[in-house]
């Protein structure tokens, strides 16, 4: 049967489903997307309230370099199209209460110099991390569209790289964020490193991303993360996709260990060929699927991974402009004048994330910023029992916040025009992202095997059925999502006999 003939329905119209979508229609399957929500994106998302737009999503988007082999990829789906991006010269800052200020520089020489010179004393730890993110710096992936015995030379390049760099590659993967920051002996350096990493998360990813950061290949898309989505959306379109909004699945059917088709809460139900899901694994499995089909090796990350933490975002729209303060990736971080409890634990520091990056964010003269916090799903589950409950608390955040802002800010407090916050319960109801993670699975030292031997796109006992996005690609982020979209579609050529078109 030819590809044509055949269909492929698609839960979810995030960065994945997209991704699946996208690279379905270039290999000629007919393709339908099922999307729960009004908007394209799933978690790349973001939302306007009185002339500002809050983002909840990009910081930087890997592969922005023309150099990057990522950004062929980024091509093909129609998000580098006309992409202006901005190039930060600091990751963060970390400010102490001892006057003095942890700055990541995006350049690594500059990096090393300024940790050096705060803490002479750490030498040994420093110039290992900064050593990580030259290694890393020197790793290169072939592109799609270079010359066969261009990419032949860079895949003959990492084999030799993990020939000779392998046990420094498996031992910073060994190695977690807060186990690493435990090595500073200077306690502001020890907090910098434990503010800009998540504690379970293996510092290789960090050492990357600082080494993406050096080589110019992780801006920020000016207009941040809707129209990214959008125009992830525009390109599915533009090859002749389906896509079916404020249209929530509620069951993937199935007949003798075959799916046949998928059912809407509404009722109707729509046959497939294959059905792919990019929807929440958990929701996927457990709820669409009823818990069948699961093996103990499917089960196992649900029982026993950490997931990134759920998150709450308190956004302001303010009249000031932050020209003092420099571009960053991520923002600063300064110290409270005493601990103060903000939901459901004791902050010590709040970080800020200033969008004076993006005069597109804002009415002209105008600031949008965002104060994003882990913060536990299980306690705002309990506090939308009472709605009344629910509101109030996100109200009484926002003054809190205001208030703690004016120890770095005087004067912000008469400054604010909007405020908005989105809880763990915001992105569950919106996303249907299971405990409002907004990542799927941390890479830990207990699963960093995934990184070699990637988790499995199908289930046990059921054919035709797939999954990919953020549920089965631990780590997370938005090249990873096209990537599963992009690696599912190339499976499924092959179970068909089809030579994979990859743009």
């Not at 290694?135 to 993990?162: H, Q, S, V, W, Y």
């Not at 909004?245 to 069951?251: I, Q, T």
């Not at 899901?277 to 029982?303: C, V």
């Amino acid at each position: 049967m030819a590809a044509e003939e055949k269909s492929l329905v698609i839960i979810g119209a995030g960065f994945a489903g997209l991704a699946a979508g996208i690279y379905g229609r270039l290999n000629g399957y007919k393709t339908r997307i099922f999307e729960m929500h009004n908007l394209p994106g799933g978690l790349c998302t973001s939302w306007n309230r009185k002339g500002y737009t809050f983002d909840a999503c990009i910081h930087w988007l890997v592969g922005s370099s023309p150099d990057s082999p990522h950004n062929e990829m980024w091509k093909t789906v129609g998000i580098a199209r006309n992409r202006e991006f901005v190039y930060a010269d600091e990751y963060a800052r970390c400010e102490g209460a001892d006057g003095r200020t942890v700055i990541f520089h995006s350049d690594i020489d500059r990096l090393e110099q300024h940790l050096l010179e705060l803490s002479p004393q750490d030498e040994q730890t420093i110039r290992e991390f900064t050593g990580g993110i030259r290694m890393c710096n020197k790793f290169r992936f072939p592109a799609d569209n270079e010359p066969f015995f261009t990419r032949l030379g860079k895949l003959m390049g990492i084999f030799f790289f993990f020939m000779f760099k392998g046990k420094k590659f498996k031992k910073w993967t060994a190695v977690t964020g807060e186990a690493f920051a435990d090595r500073f002996k200077d306690p502001l350096l020890k907090d910098a490193f434990r503010q800009i990493w998540i504690p379970e998360f293996s510092m290789l990813f960090m050492l990357f991303t600082f080494a993406y950061l050096h080589q110019r290949n992780a801006g920020y898309p000016i207009g941040g993360s809707m129209p990214m989505s959008k125009a992830l959306e525009a390109r599915y379109l533009e090859l002749g996709g389906v896509i079916n909004y404020n249209s929530r699945v509620a069951r993937i059917l199935t007949e003798d260990g075959k799916v046949t088709g998928i059912r809407l809460v509404d009722g109707t139900e729509v046959p497939a060929d294959r059905v792919i899901s990019a929807a929440d694994g958990h929701a996927t499995l457990f709820e669409m699927l009823e818990g069948n089909y699961l093996d103990e090796k499917t089960r196992e990350p649900y029982e026993k991974w950490p997931t990134f933490h759920s998150l709450l975002f308190i956004s302001l729209g303010v009249n000031r402009r932050f020209d003092e303060l420099p571009l960053t990736v991520s923002g600063i971080s300064f110290p409270l004048k005493e601990p103060v409890q903000l939901a459901d634990r004791m902050r010590e520091r709040l970080p800020v994330h200033i969008y004076n990056q993006d005069p597109t964010l804002a009415p002209e003269g105008k600031t949008a910023i965002t104060i994003m916090l882990e913060s536990d799903y299980d306690y705002w589950k309990r506090l939308a029992e009472d709605r009344n409950k629910y509101l109030q608390t996100k109200e009484d955040i926002v003054s809190q916040v205001i208030m703690l802002l004016e120890q770095r800010f005087p004067g912000i407090s008469e400054q604010v025009e909007v405020t908005d916050v989105a809880t763990p319960m915001t992105f569950e109801r919106y996303t249907g992202n299971w405990k409002g993670s907004f990542e799927g699975w941390l890479i830990t030292p207990e699963n960093a095997y995934t990184m070699t031997r990637p988790m499995s796109q199908t289930l046990p006992g059921l054919k035709n059925f797939y999954m990919c996005g953020q549920w089965v690609e631990p780590g997370g982020g938005l090249p990873t999502s096209i990537l599963s979209g992009r690696r599912l579609i190339q499976t499924i050529c092959k179970e068909d006999g089809i030579r994979f078109r990859r743009s």
